[in-house]
């Protein structure tokens, strides 16, 4: 079997998670399997980056970077001694040189006064390079061969689009050619989060973006399946701080499992679906200290019970924004002008809502995009476009998945009815043409009741065959 393993922070967190790490490899790759590795950074590193980046351009000093430089010296130096001793050396020579080069960079940003999405990308891409070889370092340590490459080494070619960029068609054929041949000698480890473009220039694939690189790679090698290795047992039916009895779900379809991830699930990333799918590669999620449990399959066509209902999940850090005014009835390009006012200053539009009568138009962002949101809606106000933009911060946005929905007549009524009973009020509904997810906005204070109830009325605690 090829497979391509992805693990993320919380999995390789220290010395004892990275043991654990290298155990699951080890005994697959002493079973025969071919294995590549995709590894994210420490938990809460990148954080860190991405936190000094944004402050130093307007920092009276840069202070902070040298006792920043110093924790992640200790971290990773501590992590590569209880990982793999023999190479404290070697591997702590490679570290140093990336810490000074990533001081010499947090110093330019100062000095300058200007923090550009390119050298933000290049900054928040160093929790990968000094993890990396760490692990690659545990591997050899065990007497597997390994190599250690970055994104952009290991054929993720992407668009320019720094912080958010997308992989190109082009990667499959570079990421075969280069990653193939390592195969047949160790585990290559690759790291996650991180491509560049067609000259060379490092970008980065978005928050939780490892996912997305590990489904990049496993497609390019033509993995028989991609395993997302995590702190927790699978998908679960809810968030288990939620619904204390949720449970963990056997399978799931692509389509399922990208509604869920979209809506809050943290588990996988938005994107990280695509590039599986358009492969057909079946993906699992497993828990990297429970390696023992089957974890969850994600599948073309995930497996159908007699609940139409597969999961629910709910982000509570939204805001919902109402356009309203009789001169938009009727009028060409109202909403072309609504999105592309939103578009300009980089607000993303999660939920979309439209009555009949074409007067109101609802949507959903982001809370910390509400603020560019209303200023970019504004001008549309003052040019008679629409007569009135409010917003409201006091909301959450739940999603109720399952593929199972698609053409199930009744599944809306025994949601809003069991909803209705429970004292929820709904304020707004979206639906998409695949009928995979019916999502609606409630209070904030009602979202957790509103999962709960849903939860429970369809069974979603109970094993169904």
């Not at 009555?355 to 982001?366: C, F, K, Y």
């Amino acid at each position: 079997m090829r497979f391509l393993m992805k693990f993320g922070g919380t999995s390789v967190a220290d010395a004892q998670c990275i043991r654990c790490v290298v155990d699951i490899l080890e005994k697959h790759h002493k079973a025969g399997d071919e294995v590549a590795v995709v590894v994210s950074a420490q938990r809460g590193v990148t954080d860190q980056l991405i936190a000094i980046a944004e402050k130093l351009p307007t920092a009276t000093d840069c202070s902070e970077v040298t006792p920043l430089v110093a924790a992640l010296r200790k971290r990773h130096m501590t992590t590569l001694e209880g990982a793999a001793p023999d190479y404290l050396e070697e591997v702590g020579a490679v570290i140093e040189k990336r810490l000074a080069s990533l001081q010499h960079i947090l110093s330019a940003i100062h000095n300058l006064r200007e923090l550009t999405p390119r050298s933000k990308d290049y900054v928040i891409s160093y929790g990968e390079r000094l993890l990396a070889p760490i692990i690659g370092a545990a591997l050899r340590q065990r007497g597997i061969p390994s190599t250690v490459l970055d994104g952009c080494e290991a054929g993720i070619l992407t668009t320019p689009q720094h912080g958010e960029a997308t992989a190109l068609c082009e990667s499959d054929g570079r990421i075969k050619k280069r990653i193939e041949p390592l195969l047949k000698e160790g585990i290559p480890v690759i790291m996650g989060f991180m491509g560049c473009t067609g000259s060379g220039i490092i970008t980065t694939l978005g928050r939780s973006g490892s996912d997305y690189s590990a489904s990049i790679i496993g497609a390019g090698m033509d993995a028989d399946e991609i395993w997302i290795w995590t702190d927790v047992d699978g998908i679960m039916t809810s968030d288990p701080r939620v619904i204390n009895d949720a449970r963990v779900l056997k399978s799931v379809s692509y389509i399922e499992v990208m509604e869920l991830s979209y809506f809050g699930a943290k588990v996988m990333h938005p994107r990280s679906i695509d590039p599986a799918m358009r492969k057909n590669i079946l993906v699992r999620v497993k828990n990297t200290f429970n390696p023992g449990a089957p974890g969850t399959m994600i599948v073309r066509n995930g497996h159908r019970d007699s609940r139409v209902v597969k999961a629910l999940t709910y982000i509570d850090k939204v805001a919902s924004i109402n356009i309203n005014g009789a001169q938009m009835i009727g009028r060409p390009g109202v909403a072309k002008a609504i999105f592309t006012a939103l578009a300009d200053k980089e607000v993303n539009v999660m939920m979309i809502s439209q009555g009949s009568s074409e007067a109101n138009i609802s949507l959903i962002v982001d809370e910390s995009h509400i603020d560019a949101a209303v200023n970019a809606l504004a001008a549309l106000v003052k040019d008679g476009v629409v007569r009135e933009v409010t917003h409201n911060k006091d909301v959450c946005a739940v999603a109720v998945v399952g593929a199972g929905m698609a053409g199930a007549a009744g599944t809306g009524g025994r949601i809003f009815t069991a909803l209705g009973l429970a004292g929820v009020n709904v304020m707004m509904i979206s639906q998409g043409s695949s009928e995979a997810n019916i999502s609606f906005v409630v209070r904030q204070e009602d979202g957790p009741r509103a999962v709960r109830v849903l939860h429970d009325e369809f069974r979603l605690s109970e094993e169904c065959n």
